[in-house]
């Protein structure tokens, strides 16, 4: 009996060691699920907008899309995407903001939607400075919006650059607090290579910041929206929409809180060009 229990408790570990070693390999996979998968297309964004490639400073020359503001007082909005999109999935999002008279540069990764490299945190990091510098030379505001994935890339560019503002739609204080409670059963604060630390910087940004989310986020749960919101500084504003998931948060509502702050900005930007 003794000699069945101790092979049954080998097999325990084996299974559980097989299934660590897994975790630990897979985690890109699990992080980044839509490398090298191609575009997918958006007529309309493709017809309101351009193509543009735009290199980082680790030689990468990666296509986003553009649209030049309709003039020099109207921001430009850059959109960070979700880690199981790519930027034409940001499209109905980047045509109401064309429509509603602000520029828009569509965002896109390393090793996403046919671009070259291979994603990892730093490599958005550097993606992301490479869009900003791209948007900065073409407008004198630059506001940030990161959905989910993208709340962390916007929230580490926002800690280094100067932006007029900064919007998070579905973010997650990190990675690291998302898998953890999602593998309860594994180490993944010792295991994780990519955080995405976005509550340990969100208090050195210094822009007017929303943050908005949906009350049954089953991904990210909103407790993450509060913490970020009881972290930050300054002008912050935080708006749960009633019954959105982490899907639909800009259907339900999220669109209208994100417009209307826009439009608050207004006094600001005439106010410091004055």
Request: glycine fraction near 8%.
């Amino acid at each position: 009996m003794r000699e069945v229990l101790w092979i049954a408790l080998l097999a325990i570990a084996l299974v559980y060691t097989i299934a660590l070693a897994g975790l630990y390999w897979l985690q890109g996979r699990l992080v980044y699920p839509l490398e090298q998968i191609e575009a997918f297309k958006n007529a309309d964004v493709e017809a309101r907008t351009e193509a543009v490639v735009i290199r980082t400073d680790d030689g990468l020359d990666l296509t986003m899309r553009y649209k030049a503001p309709p003039d020099d007082d109207a921001p430009t909005v850059i959109l960070f995407h979700g880690n199981g999109e790519d930027l034409f999935q940001r499209g109905h999002v980047a045509l109401e903001m064309i429509e509603a008279g602000y520029g828009v540069l569509v965002a896109e990764y390393r090793g996403y939607g046919g671009n070259p490299g291979r994603p990892h945190e730093a490599g958005l990091y550097a993606d992301a400075r490479a869009a900003y510098a791209y948007a900065a030379a073409r407008s004198r505001n630059i506001v940030l919006h990161g959905y989910s994935l993208g709340s962390g890339v916007a929230v580490q560019l926002a800690s280094v650059a100067k932006i007029h503002a900064l919007m998070l739609e579905a973010p997650f204080t990190s990675i690291v607090d998302v898998a953890a409670k999602r593998f309860r059963l594994f180490p993944v604060r010792l295991l994780a290579r990519d955080r995405y630390e976005s509550l340990a910087k969100i208090a050195s940004i210094d822009a007017p910041l929303l943050i908005y989310g949906g009350t049954k986020d089953g991904v990210i749960p909103p407790e993450h929206f509060q913490r970020l919101f009881d972290a930050a500084r300054g002008d912050k504003r935080l708006a749960l929409i009633e019954d959105a998931d982490h899907l639909d948060v800009w259907t339900m509502g999220g669109r209208e809180h994100a417009m209307q702050f826009l439009a608050s900005l207004q006094p600001t930007r005439d106010t410091l060009q004055a």
